[in-house]
């Protein structure tokens, strides 16, 4: 059966993970272009503000505070949405949780959380999600990062359950498109993006944890989420700057790993800027939440031609042939004033003239 996803408007989105950043981000965005949300996070007080402010602008939304990690929270999620809305189109997973420190100084139970919240969380609700759309078509989108191709130092757990989430999401779209299941599964990777991200991080380094750069807005990957929602698409990178990361880095391993030693020093993924009061270490516990942005107001791109390119490639396709065939028109007509100047300068001494 082939797959048909309904304009943005049309939707009911779930988002797990809504209550901040990415997952707030693609709320907002979603909700303002008309489709139901109904988003999912451990802090209540975070998600109440949400939808009142979404509802205050005119959209619908809801919301039920749960830890995507405990057991039967999707079943209940699906049905929460159902209940409030109808149904589900979509199903966002975003919900994730990290630390910064040396692999040998994280525990097996802070690794494990990890992999409870980011993987395990998300296999659960991606297998819920798939199959109540089986029968009715939809969407699964599941964030994923450019560090499920290339891993950094400081922030192992993270990048291994990254990369466990890349094989799921390619494992679940096959699956699904052998059985001709009506459901699209797009892996969404993003760069680094500017998001509470470090200051909920369990950090255990001498100094306050920051990305390093390039950093992205979180409004281009709350974009990837809202075009994926409504076409289907393998995958969508976030950001040029992962494309060297999920390209060039797995094809040169070791050269690779020299530059993100250098690049994932301690130096470049600490600051001085300290977490805001009360956010630092949500590893365990919900902390405050509520923003889409980090505290530490770093520069951060707001436009991603790489993005544009993966969302409308034959009209990316059609400016660069267009690009290239002015380009060739300028080169034959200078090549042509060449020749006939050559030319004129033969003449010139074939009549003895200087």
């Known amino acids: 059966m082939a797959v048909s996803l309904k304009p943005l408007s049309d939707q009911v989105m779930v988002i797990v993970g809504g209550s901040s950043g990415i997952g707030l981000a693609a709320a907002r965005r979603a909700a303002a272009a008309g489709a139901k949300v109904v988003l999912a996070a451990r802090n209540g007080e975070a998600l109440d503000e949400a939808v009142v402010a979404i509802r205050n602008k005119g959209g619908e939304a809801s919301s039920l505070d749960l830890d995507i990690a405990d057991e039967g929270a999707a079943e209940r999620l699906l049905v929460h949405a159902i209940e409030t809305f109808g149904r589900v189109d979509t199903w966002v997973n975003d919900a994730a949780a990290a630390l910064y420190a040396r692999v040998e100084d994280v525990t097996l139970e802070e690794h494990r959380r990890v992999f409870d919240v980011g993987y395990f969380g998300l296999v659960e609700a991606s297998l819920v999600a798939a199959k ?175 993005l544009e390119a993966q969302m409308h490639p ?33 003449r010139i001494r074939a009549a003895g003239m200087s």
């Open 132 to 306: 109540y759309l089986r029968a009715n078509g939809g969407a699964i989108i599941n964030i994923g990062s450019v560090l499920s191709n290339r891993a950094i130092p400081l922030q192992g757990p993270y990048c291994a359950m990254k990369a466990a989430v890349m094989q799921f999401t390619d494992t679940l779209r096959m699956e699904l498109e052998r059985d001709g299941a009506p459901v699209s599964v797009t892996l969404i990777k993003p760069a680094a993006i500017d998001t509470m991200y470090p200051e909920h991080a369990r950090n255990k380094l001498d100094k306050p944890a920051r990305l390093p750069q390039p950093l992205y807005d979180a409004e281009l990957v709350a974009k990837a989420i809202c075009f994926a929602a409504q076409k289907q698409r393998r995958s969508l990178i976030v950001g040029g700057g992962g494309l060297a990361l999920t390209t060039l880095a797995p094809a040169l391993p070791r050269l690779a790993d020299k530059g993100m030693e250098l690049v994932g020093g301690e130096a470049m993924q600490t600051t001085d800027v300290p977490p805001a009061p009360g956010t630092a270490d949500n590893l365990f516990e919900p902390r405050r939440d509520g923003r889409v942005e980090g505290n530490q107001e770093p520069f951060k791109r707001k436009t991603s031609l790489f």
């Open 314 to 346: 034959l009209a990316t396709a059609a400016v660069l042939g267009s690009v290239a065939a002015g380009a060739l028109f300028l080169w034959a007509k200078e090549e042509n004033r060449d020749i006939g100047t050559a030319e004129a300068q033969r």
